[in-house]
């Protein structure tokens, strides 16, 4: 910006708005080079995964290592009626524990009839039945939270243009475009949260701009615990927390400001850890009539 005369804070903007659009046309590149030719097919106890232009891979996923699965409704799917279902999985034939795409793109609808056909424990309710949500007092918590974290964002933006030569402060101010796409993550995060035990499974949804719902049979959570911050605690709120045997990006469900006599009697629900949670089971018919 010191070589460069003239560019100002329009200067900047256009040139981030440039860089943004070419990264956004790079990752549409590589999702078409890496989903490409998708196939899912289920064989005998054994799911197979097969994807790729360029670098063909394949992927064999035993059933009965499967933790959970969820569906995940990305805040550009999620108009569109569209999800990416992904699953979690424990550790086998020297493999760590992992998580992965189990189908990258398909009709939000479709996804309980197709997860029933490939891993019929995990299929959750069609529909779903109504879930157990926060308390209408945790409504200021869902929204107040992104409030706080913009105002900290667009300070920092201003002490930031602030420092930089030709541009005025005020373009710091910008940051404000982002506060109503803040508050509808908070709005969604407080109507879409919930939970619902149904047939010896626990079905979480965490709210937001990307809303997760996850399917995870109880003898799969390895922990469960509630937390409270001292002022949560003052509102009778708290958090449920619960982890899968796994390392992917799904493996912990985290159930916000929920009344804390609800989370407390859902971790209780849930029984402790299995001793042995982790044997695998023979086949996926046996999993379907344990629960049923």
């Known amino acids: ?10 200067g900047l903007a256009a040139a981030l708005l440039a860089a943004a659009v070419v990264a956004w046309l790079l990752a549409i590149a590589g999702a078409v080079l890496t989903w490409s030719g998708f196939e899912l097919r289920r064989d005998g106890d054994r799911l197979l995964v097969q994807h790729g232009l360029l670098d063909r891979q394949r992927r064999s996923i035993p059933i009965d290592r499967l933790q959970g699965v969820s569906v995940r409704e990305g805040p550009l799917r999620r108009p569109f009626g569209l999800a990416e279902l992904r699953f979690e999985s424990a550790g086998w034939g020297g493999r ?8 990258p793109l398909l009709p939000t609808a479709a996804a309980p009839a197709l997860i029933a056909a490939a891993a019929p424990i995990f299929a959750p309710p069609d529909p779903l039945p109504p879930l157990t949500g926060p308390p209408p007092r ?32 005020w373009w ?29 499974r626990l ?9 997760r719902t996850t399917v995870a ?8 615990e509630v937390r409270q ?41 849930l029984g402790p850890p299995a001793a042995g949670a982790s044997a695998p ?12």
């Open 1 to 10: 910006m010191d070589v460069a005369p003239g560019l100002g804070g329009r």
């Open 229 to 269: 911050t001292l002022f949560a605690r003052r509102a009778g709120l708290a958090t449920f927390v619960a982890r899968l045997a796994s390392r992917g990006a799904g493996s912990v469900v985290a159930l916000r400001h929920l009344d804390a006599a609800a989370a407390q009697a859902l971790a209780e629900n």
């Open 203 to 211: 079905i979480a949804r965490e709210g937001g701009l990307t809303r």
């Open 96 to 103: 760590a524990a992992e998580g992965g795409v189990l189908f």
């Open 138 to 169: 945790a409504r200021s918590r869902y929204l107040g939270q992104p409030l706080r974290d913009g105002a900290a964002a667009v300070a920092l933006g201003i002490v930031v243009a602030g420092l930089l030569p030709g541009v005025a402060w």
């Open 217 to 224: 049979p109880l003898r799969r959570l390895q922990e469960r």
């Open 281 to 292: 089971l023979r086949e996926s018919a046996t999993i379907a009539r344990e629960y049923t």
């Open 172 to 200: 710091g101010l910008a940051l404000t475009v982002f506060a109503p796409l803040a508050l509808l993550d908070g709005a969604l995060g407080y109507r879409d949260t919930g939970w619902l035990l149904d047939r010896g």
